[in-house]
């Protein structure tokens, strides 16, 4: 099973090209400047002194990496000259600033040059993880081979250190990332030896040579040993991406184990409805089963997307829709509420409810926002930690990278979106032509030109027609030559229940259509969302929410009919007012100030 | 109107004479023990010096005086010599250890004497305001004067400084008590001037010469100008005690009406249905109207004893059952919750909602409990601010001070508790007996004897019989020697909903029966009572827990239906396994270790 990499793919309608076109025109954009202006870019000098302003921060390096991957991204899809500039200028300064021994790092070049390879927690191997990534695009998509060779450098350097000569202060990194980087530099240059590197800082997580491992950064434990996810979200699931990688190319069927029982902890017992991830501000983590309060949800955007980038490895090792359906979830849930429909926003954490008087509520102690964990209610163009603006850019600008995968005779449909393809099946080039306004609708066309090729397609998990035979979840097709498949997944709106461990649904239900999650705020519905009941045998009509341009559901609903003269408690009286409700898309939340906001309803 | 004093009434029967014994018994030496253990009562020495154990806290002088007012009220009622005795050798080091001018603190004298006076916050005045409340007591009971000689000689001296030099750092106190303290201080000596200095306190808050007042202590404005409870609950109840106190004495109308004010933003805005207030514990303060999250309730035990003393002193401005049915709520549920059954063990903070694994769900950064401000689980036997636990032995001791209060011709019946009550109306010594099992039933009978008087009942505001003619709240009689008044408030199961906009109730319905709230346990009725669903046409069976040996409630209830594959989020399937659910009164939760526990159930 091979993936079908982005650029074979040009999406030319629908959602994701809005999201592309607006990444291109805007958030790539808006993240340099907020980057320019907080001294990341210039960091890259390797000029500060103590005193100056902008002291670099040990993450920078990957903060600008990420938007580096993300430019070569869409320079590869359609040239950016402006942006390929700003590439090269930081590639020149990474050659400049670059340790003899091909060491490269700005913080500890110039804050702490003595603390290098001192501390687990430091984000050296993280920063350089992210690095590679993105030399690796780029020279993927320039044929540009400096940034490349340079940290191919950095990776012989690190590779000597940690490996030959062991006498590094630590010996796996605190966050994980460069696992996943050398499998990717691994497949762009087929040196065996990076995938040794990436097994390695996998295998010996964990183990009794790895010092000072917690379960905050996965390694109280063997990785083969691991059943449940746990600590900080992102870096779990960028290790389980990169165990996936070494179980594809090792065959490692204990390592693939692993991955199946830890995805299965995820989706099963610790993910939100949305595809959010990590429920705890305390550490950015995994907590227990089921721990899913709405309000407090930490659910990280990076948390997210490391869950779809897992998943799509697992799909590699098995082709079994439990993978390609979280995906859904998460790009058209958890991940695209990140960034506001101007683009020039994000969320870190992303809420799973809002209450806004909630931040305000300590007004006699002077002391906002101090008792509770609670997500900013708005989104914010730049971070002090500012790990999510660049990794939506690059994902945006890759998300062609979910729609297909393929083996020798078979491709495999796992996101329906609006593209053109072409790839090599049995020696023949295959093009694979999908029209679809999905997931507005569920009608989806994909045609297939070049040859007689099978297609096996993801049978959404939320579609309720029994009409296909499926194999772990796909339906498979022998399509010939010039033939084009039809589906048509009926979107039904639907009521979605918890299970009753996630005691903070009890009670509640989330509305979705088709894969989309719809959610109310209190600027359509009036106060007190967690009050107002969905009339559940009501008819949802879709249409447009006109002030944010985005689908709407309405339908009718009830709140608790009150007076002033009504008491704070009184006996139950089945008094109701009935309301017309609109709902939207969860993504579409916060683009109207701060304003209440519910997922799971109370219904009648 | 006048207040008729605990030690005319002797409860004979029911629950708080129960209550009372254990308070006799098992919690008065209880708290002597962790006082002692924690060198409270050494540090009346005053030799602590720097090195030694057991540093002197500013506010422990408070925590002894509400230990000594408590067994004032037990030996008024049946003498206690042991008890007696410690009270005798802490008031003999208070005279030891008394300043020359009359100025008592333990904290400023071994520990900062420098600092006397210099800082609001210091709880100088406070610890005085329980000095003197102690001192009265105990006057009051054994007929010895020294401790109140004591007392009344630092008033002098703090009339000195506040009131005549003007030379403190401050005007008002941080912590208010001191205001209510010189109302008994006046009511037990008849000096006008300990009235005027407790309205000059009251009056001189909040305004331009009180210097670095804050919401947070009640004085960004002046008193008669506060329209909504804000800031530190204990402090602000404490402060509305004071008020209606003076607005009682003067005749002070504007007073009186901002107690009003404030009383009704309290009851009907910013309380709990448990009688709990202070919902934040930053600043341990009330926040904004009708935020009233369970899970996190400050709810300090302390802020609803002081909202019983504010109601009972309201009912001497007007005899209104909105005052009366509040201290119903709170005897029997957000103060009863705060001690354990066996009379050992206090929460300072009552939950209103436990879920346990909320309190280790961070176990992946083992950092334990931080990132929720939850109340704890259990109760405890002492804390580092042990506020609490005597405030409970001197409530338990007095609590027949709210059974009534009388003016010429009238007794005011507000409470229905077995008890014999001796006082004079118009002349005639009047006794009263009351025969009652309330709550456990809500029969009462009221036999008059000495002579005719009016007796003004209180209708419960639970109650749903209409049969009385009442005027705010109260149905009147007439009653001749020797009459029995007999009243039956039948006690029908009722399901209370909250107003939209306490929305962590919303959809969610308590149980009551009478003024008793009900909770589910998990170890009672399994895990996730979020999920359980009382059936609200089924009959409610009263009985008995066996296991506690109090009241409970058994009804036919539900649980979602699942199974070990079902998945965490499916299509809403309306599948429930029935049980039999079993409900204790709320103030019953936590007796038998950690457990889920919850007010606001689902129905169905």
Redesign the interface.
Known sequence: MKFIDYFNTSIDSGIWKEKQDLNRATTIYSVYDRFKETGRFDAFKCDWKEGMPFKPHIFWDSDIAKWLESVAYLTKTKREKELEVIVDKTVDLIEKNQDENGYFNIYFTVVEPDKRFTYRSHHELYCAGHLIEAAVAYYNATGKRKFLDLMCRYVNYIEQRFIINKDTAFTAPGHEEIELALIKLYECTGEKRYLDMSKHFVDIRGTKEDIGG???DQSDKPVRQQTTA???AVRAVYLYCAMADVAYYTGDKELENACVRLFSNI???R?Y?TGGIG?????E????D??L?NL?SYTETCAAIGLALFAMRMLRLDNNSVYSDVIEKIIYNGFLSSLSLDGKSFYYENPCEI?P??H????????KN????LPKTLRSEVFDCSCCPPNITRFIASIANLIYTADDDTVYVHQFIQSKTETVIGGKKITLRQLTRYPENGKVRIKVSGGNVRLAVRIPGWYDGAEYKTEKGYAYFEVADGQTLEFDFKMKV???????????D?????VTRGPVIYCSESVDNG?????I?ID?KAKFSYGKNEALGVPSLKVKAY??A?NDQ????????NAFAEFNAELIPYYAFANRGESEMLIWH??K
Do not use: W
């Not at 429920?279 to 550490?283: D, F, T």
């Not at 983590?285 to 227990?288: E, I, R, S």
């Not at 305000?360 to 002391?367: A, Q, T």
């Not at 639907?494 to 903070?504: D, Y």
């Open positions: 917690k379960r905050y746990e600590g900080h989706v099963n017992k993910m409805i429920s705890s501000s305390v550490g983590a995994f907590t227990v089921y721990d309060p407090i209450i008087y909630l305000y509520r300590d007004v006699s102690y002077n002391d101090r008792a509770l964990p639907k009521f979605i229940q918890a299970r009753p461990e996630a005691v903070f009890a009670g509640r239900y989330a106060a007190n969302l967690r009050d009941r559940s709140r608790t009150v009504t008491p704070l408690y009184s006996e139950k009286n109370l219904v």
